[in-house]
T-cell receptor, first 115, second 117 residues
């Protein structure tokens, strides 16, 4: 597509439920990133996918968070047993080259609210 | 590890006034540097980037930034602010030639810009 697409745009869930957030990157972009943006904070790196290489999961805050990328394209970020501190905007970005020469293109994000 | 500091949480300027948003970074080598803008409810849009060469970088929407190695700074400027520039601005630093490791941007906490008509 023309841009990075994320769905849903908004998600309200009850504490303890699982949620799935979807990211559809720009066609041909081999690198895909997930960031979390909490109120008043900058962007916190979560996970990075590059082609068929093993993902860099070093930013995932707990084992309740996981992500996969199927066929080198669409990615799903899953949060299990959601907690209130998981409330944030989850941003996905993709880039043409893994070293970001062209910079990232961000999606509009998914705003997650855990009640 | 790299880090970014944006000292100003919130700045208010009058429309037509000049603007400078500060960014200081910490990185062991010459970094990649970026400025992004985020309007309410939107993702981040790239304003400009620095990789090498001329230290004064021109971006979209009339913005520019200057890389000053001696000060570890990459301040964003605009000579005349428009009301539509009201948004949040993020400075980011990226690892240069990270080799086989992963590559990601480290962001500052952002500066919110308000514009008075």
């Amino acid at each position: 597509g023309a841009g990075v697409s994320q769905s849903p745009s908004n998600k309200v869930t009850e504490k303890g439920k699982d949620v799935e957030l979807r990211c559809d990157p720009i066609s041909g972009h081999t690198a895909l990133y997930w960031y979390r943006q909490s109120l008043g904070q900058g962007l916190e790196f979560l996970i990075y996918f590059q082609g068929n290489s093993a993902p860099d999961k070093s930013g995932l805050p707990s084992d309740r968070f996981s992500a996969e990328r199927t066929g080198g394209s669409v990615s799903t970020l899953t949060i299990q047993r959601t907690q209130q501190e998981d409330s944030a905007v989850y941003l996905c970005a993709s880039s043409f080259r893994d070293r970001g020469t062209y910079g990232y293109t961000f999606g509009s994000g998914t705003r997650l609210t855990v009640v | 590890a790299q880090s970014v500091t944006q000292p100003d949480i919130h700045i208010t300027v009058s429309e037509g006034a000049s603007l400078e948003l500060r960014c200081n970074y910490s990185y062991g080598a010459t970094p990649y540097l970026f400025w992004y803008v985020q309007s309410p409810g939107q993702g981040l849009q790239l304003l400009l980037k620095y990789f090498s060469g001329d230290t004064l970088v021109q971006g979209i929407k009339g913005f520019e930034a200057e890389f000053k190695r001696s000060q570890s700074s990459f301040n964003l400027r605009k000579p005349s602010v428009h009301w539509s520039d009201a948004a949040e601005y993020f400075c980011a630093v990226g690892a240069r030639d990270s080799g086989a490791g992963s590559y990601q941007l480290t962001f500052g906490k952002g500066t919110k810009l308000s514009v008075i008509p």
